[in-house]
C-alpha cells in the first residue's frame, strides 16, 4: 500500500512538474516587431520584468524629436536588453533606424533610455526592446 502512494506521488510530481528549460516571461511572441505600438518587446512577458514608468517626448531647440524613456527592472537580477528606435516621419513612414544598443538595467531601479532624432521631420517614433545575443565574450 505504501509503494502504491510512493509511487502515485512520484507520478504526480513529474506531471505537476513541468518539462519546461525556460521561464514562461522569455517566450517569443509571434511577430514582435509589426504589432502597433511606441514601445514594443520581442517576449511577451518581458513588459512585466521591465516596466515602463514614464516617457517624455519633446523637440529640440533644432526641431528634433528627444525621447525619454524610463523603465523599472522589477527582478533582483541586473538585466542586459537590445533597444532600438525607430523614428517615424507624419504618414507614419520609416524615416530613420538606430543601431541596437545594449543597455544595462540595474536591478530593482530605474533606468532611463534617451534618443534624439537625426531629422526635424520625425513625427512619432517605435522602441523596440529585445534579449540580447550572446557577446564575444559567451562564444568559444
Known sequence: MNRGIVIAALLAAVCLGGCTTEPAYLK???KPFTTQGRI?????????VLEVVRV???????????LIVTFRNTTKE??????RTTFLDADAHV???TNWEAVLFDA???TEYTCVSLSSQAADYQIIVKKPKK???DMP
Open 28 to 30: 517569443p511572441e509571434d
Open 40 to 48: 514594443q518587446y520581442e517576449s511577451s512577458g518581458t513588459k512585466y
Open 56 to 66: 517624455d517626448s519633446k523637440r529640440t531647440n533644432g526641431g528634433l524629436l528627444k
Open 78 to 83: 541586473n538585466l542586459f536588453a537590445d533597444v
Open 95 to 97: 524615416l530613420e533606424k
Open 108 to 110: 530593482r531601479t530605474v
Open 135 to 137: 557577446s564575444s565574450l
